[in-house]
């Protein structure tokens, strides 16, 4: 069955602090030979719900949005299932050896998933250290997914972990996914952001086919 995995655009939605707010108004409803034609406007940062980062995100020499294609972005996937398995940030011996070698597409998930998508931000949420995120990046993992606004914590720890991610490489952060109806196991994944030129990230419309259980 496909799943919608992607967390709606409505005003009011959480956003990273300092962010721009999602904003969406109608601007116009007109009639037009007895029938209502109706425009709307709506404005967002990058980084707002289910998105993208590229490598120029923390590289000012790295690969930008519109450069990843169906390649990376689309085809098998893995889910690592590490709910009610974690006493902190994702370490290392987390995710070692718990997904199928020549993966290329990796989603975690974890606690988070039992809150994202309803209520505010919250700084609490589980990502993942520097040191795991190199790890991953060193076992050939093009696309990395969380249930988490980022993959890596606030602050300059979350930085880290993103440098140690997408620095130097043909890879994407795949952030703010809700997982919650997802199982731990094989997938087919479909990552379709938006093609903004030269930008360092873009929101994303994400499907998932998974074998119903």
């Not at 070698?101 to 309803?118: A, P, Q, V, Y």
Request: net charge negative; charged share 20%.
């Amino acid at each position: 069955m496909w799943i919608d995995a992607t967390v709606p655009m409505e005003n009011g939605m959480p956003v990273w602090p300092g962010d721009e707010p999602f904003c969406m108004a109608i601007e116009q409803t007109a009639q037009v030979a007895g029938a209502v034609s109706t425009q709307s406007r709506f404005g967002q940062g990058t980084h707002c719900g289910t998105h993208i980062d590229a490598p120029f995100h923390y590289d000012p020499a790295g690969a930008r949005v519109d450069a990843f294609d169906a390649q990376v972005l689309v085809g098998p996937a893995y889910v690592l299932d590490l709910t009610g398995q974690l006493t902190g940030h994702i370490r290392t011996q987390d995710v070692q050896g718990r997904f199928p070698e020549g993966c290329k597409r990796l989603l975690i998930k974890t606690d988070n998933s039992k809150w994202l998508g309803s209520g505010g931000f919250r700084s609490d949420f589980i990502a993942l250290e520097p040191e795991a995120a190199a790890y991953l990046a060193r076992q050939g993992i093009q696309l990395l997914g969380i249930d988490a606004f980022s993959i890596g914590p606030m602050g300059r720890i979350g930085d880290q972990t993103h440098r140690a991610f997408l620095k130097g490489r043909l890879a994407v952060a795949l952030e703010t996914v809700p997982l919650r109806e997802v199982r731990s196991g094989a997938i087919q994944l479909i990552c379709a952001p938006l093609k903004l030129a030269g930008a360092e990230a873009a929101p994303a419309r994400v499907w998932i086919w998974q074998e119903e259980g």
